[in-house]
């Protein structure tokens, strides 16, 4: 009994078996779902405010 590891695995052979058929659909759907929450995780973050990003304060008119 022997135990052939077979050919190592390059980055060539992982792309030519995600882009047959079956496998193309859920690399698809997995591609279009980290875009989708890296999306929302940037819409969720609050910009940082700065001091000179403030508007000036209103004063009151003289007269």
Known sequence: MSNDAGPP????GLLRWA???PQAW???LLAVLLVWLLSFYAGTLKPKKTPE???PAATA???
């Open 19 to 21: 882009t047959t058929p």
């Open 61 to 63: 008119p003289k007269g």
């Open 26 to 28: 859920g690399v698809y």
């Open 53 to 55: 990003a403030s508007p």
């Open 9 to 12: 695995r390059t980055f060539k």
